[in-house]
Structure formats: C-alpha cells, structure tokens
C-alpha cells in the first residue's frame, strides 16, 4: 500500500446557490493556498451514561459535525483592472459584497445579511472531504521584505470523506505577488505617511455552528474589527501616538499593495482607533506597537478592499 502525502493535495472552493447544497467545484474553482492546517472533523459527544450493572464506558453519540480550514493565500491582483480575482469567492463567504466596476475595480464591502457560503472540496492524496455551508474569517497582513498575504479560516457542515483520484489543477489566473517594499507599498495611517514594519488586520468575524431541529449552518453571528501596526517610533512633534490614543480620535487607515494596473490591492478603514502604544525596537532602532480598533463610521464600512 502507498504512503499519502501531505503536500499533494487540491482544494477546491465554489459559491453555494442554495445554502449548505453542494455545488460540485471544479479544477476551475482551484484556490492556491500555502500554510494550511486542516481540521477534518469536529464534533461534540454525547455521552450515553446508562446505569448497569457494571463499570465501563457507555459510549457516546457525536453530534454538530463539522470540520474548519486555515490556510494563507497570497495577496496580489487579478491580472487587468475590474477582473475578479480568484480569490473573491472566499473573500465573500467573509460577509464581503463583490462590486464590480468594468475596466476599473473590483470593491468588497461588509454585508451582515445573506451573507453567502461556500462548498469545498479538500482532496488530501487521494482522500476528498466534502464541507458545504462554509463561511469565514480573513486576515490580511503585510510584513516588510515579504509576500503580504490574506489568513483564511473557514468552518462548514461535514459532507462525505471519499477515495477520489487527485483532480488536475493549476494556477493559471493566479497573479504572482510582489513583495511588501517601499516601492510597492504605501501606508497611511491617522494623516501620517508611515514607516512601518508591519500591518496586520482582522475582520473579525465570529463562526458559530448552529445545529437545531430545522437548521443546522455555519453563521456570521459578530464582527470586531481590529489589528496592529508596527511603525517606526517617531518625535511627538511628528506624530503624537499616544495623544491619538487618550483622545480617542479616529483617523483614516490606507495601505495600497502594488503600482501596476491589474496588481494593485487597496484596503482602506475610515474610522480607527488607536490603542496603547507599546515601545520595542528592530536592529537598535525604536518603534512603536499600535493596536487598531477599526470603527463602522457610517455602518458596516469599517473596511474595505479594492482589487484595480
């Protein structure tokens, strides 16, 4: 017998019509994800407890099955301003509306109802988990001298587990990332063109698997938006971090990824606060720690991301 190996695997991710329905992906509905940890199945037991008489375990019944998915996927654009990236299906099954603009942009926004969901197909060297009803968290981060990537973690309702031939997939209309630099980068954040280690954030969803008598779902049922920026610690005259912080001002967030039509990625928060600075330092050079409370200002607009 052969040995499985870990990393020959495909995954497969396509927008459900109908929630929790298979909708059969294919090669097509490839998603190109590094770092992956995969939950195939969790569940609760329900321990039978029966009185006999004897000792000895009872056993138990597993109950709301499900299974959860993390993996990393590269943050680039879609190859021409206004195409879908191939991403954007996982990007909506995070409660982000896709809104495309024809030669132009692709914009996803927050929406809390309908929120849409997702089957997946993970194919493990020849073993297929089925999870359908599947919605999610990202978390976009960008690190300076690497590739900024979006944190997946999706949950959904437990399918069928297959032998199944490994299906054939590529990455053709992936875009190749270009890495966090000065030439690629911009940030800012409270009217200040940062110099900044890092910048990382959460949409901060909360996936909660409901199994009822008539429903069980996977639902998006809160959101906190936050994250952290790691910025070169500048005079006070130049940024006052910790005035910002006791006032509770909120200020406009902006980082764009990217300078070519096709290969841009923008996300934008208009309302964030800024938490207690804490002081470190890279290479003997100081820099501040920036926890990042992003705000709705006019509701469910406290983060954007445009695909250009």
Not at 88 to 114: F, K, Q
Not at 159 to 187: C, E, I, Q, R, Y
Not at 236 to 253: K, N, Q
Not at 257 to 282: D, F, L, M, R
Request: aromatic letters at 6%; proline letters at 4%; a negative charge.
């Amino acid at each position: 017998m052969s040995i499985r190996r870990w990393n020959k695997l495909a995954f497969l991710h396509k927008i459900e019509a109908v929630y929790g329905t298979d909708v059969n992906p294919a090669a097509a509905d490839a998603i190109v994800a590094s770092n992956i940890t995969f939950t195939p199945m969790q569940a609760d037991e329900e321990a039978r407890d029966l009185l006999l008489p004897y000792l000895g375990n009872q056993g138990a019944i597993l109950t709301g099955e499900h299974g959860r998915i993390e993996f990393d996927v590269e943050i680039a654009g879609a190859g021409a301003a206004g195409d879908i990236p191939k991403y954007g299906s996982l990007l909506r099954v995070c409660g982000l509306a896709e809104t495309v603009t024809a030669n132009t942009d692709v914009t996803y926004s927050i929406v809390e109802d309908d929120v849409e969901s997702g089957t997946i197909y993970f194919n493990s060297d020849g073993v297929q988990h089925i999870f359908v009803g599947a919605q999610a968290n990202v978390q976009p981060g960008f690190t300076a001298k690497r590739i900024p990537k979006f944190r997946f973690s999706l949950t959904g309702l437990l399918g069928t587990v297959t032998d199944a031939v490994l299906p054939t997939v590529t990455d053709a209309g992936w875009v190749t990332p270009v890495a966090v630099n000065k030439a690629n980068t911009s940030l800012t954040l409270h009217g200040w063109a940062a110099v900044a280690q890092s910048l990382s954030l959460d949409l901060g969803n909360v996936l909660t698997p409901r199994f009822l008598i008539g429903e069980e779902a996977v639902r998006v049922t809160d959101r906190k938006s936050t994250g952290t920026a790691v910025v070169d610690a500048k005079s006070v005259a130049t940024v006052d971090w910790f005035g910002i912080a006791r006032a509770r001002s909120r200020g406009a967030l902006s980082i764009q990824h990217g300078t070519a039509a096709g290969n841009i990625v923008e996300i934008a928060a208009p309302a964030v606060e800024i938490g207690a600075p804490s002081q470190g330092q890279e290479n003997n050079i100081v820099n501040y720690s920036l926890p990042l409370g992003l705000c709705p200002e006019n509701g469910r607009d406290e983060l954007t991301i445009t695909v250009r």
